[in-house]
Structures are given as structure tokens and as C-alpha cells.
């Protein structure tokens, strides 16, 4: 994909382009990592998981442990995100 030219503006604000938006499914709201690599910028695309969320997880996987509430471990990550469909 020929990448379009953008115009740093008031605040050193730049628009993504619509044909790089779409290619990468962004939208209004999503954080983006910015890092300098010479002399580029990259930014990529990231997910943010919220610490409430992580944190009953964690919790909820201490009780099952502790509780012995637990099963094998999947030998593929195909096998683990079969038994999460059935969930």
C-alpha cells in the first residue's frame, strides 16, 4: 500500500488516512504506541486491558487454584481457544 503523505497542523496534530484506518480497523477512541526508530515514527496499535478486569482474573484463578479447581494444561494454543468456544 503506497502510503499517503499527512501535514503536521496546529498542535502537532496529523489525520490518519482513511486507507490506513481501514487497513488497520482503528477507530476514534484507540490508543496508539509512538516510538522513534531513527528517523520514523511508529505508531502501533494497541489493547488496553483495565486493572479491574486483570485483577479479578487473577483473583478468580488463585480461588480455582487454591481450591483445586483446575485442569491440564493445553498443549496448543488451538486447543485452548477450542475449550474457550465452549465456554
Do not use: H
Request: hydrophobic share 45%.
Amino acid at each position: 500500500m503506497a502510503m499517503p503523505l499527512v501535514r503536521v497542523k496546529g498542535k502537532y496534530q496529523i489525520t490518519i488516512p482513511a486507507k490506513v484506518r481501514d487497513a488497520l480497523a482503528l477507530a476514534e477512541g484507540d490508543l496508539l504506541d509512538m516510538t522513534v526508530e531513527g528517523s520514523r515514527i511508529v505508531l502501533v496499535p494497541q489493547e488496553v486491558v483495565a486493572r479491574v478486569d486483570v485483577k479479578a482474573a487473577i483473583t478468580e484463578g488463585l480461588r480455582a487454584y487454591q481450591e483445586g479447581d483446575v485442569s491440564a494444561a493445553f498443549e496448543s494454543v488451538e486447543e485452548l481457544e477450542a475449550y474457550l468456544d465452549q465456554q
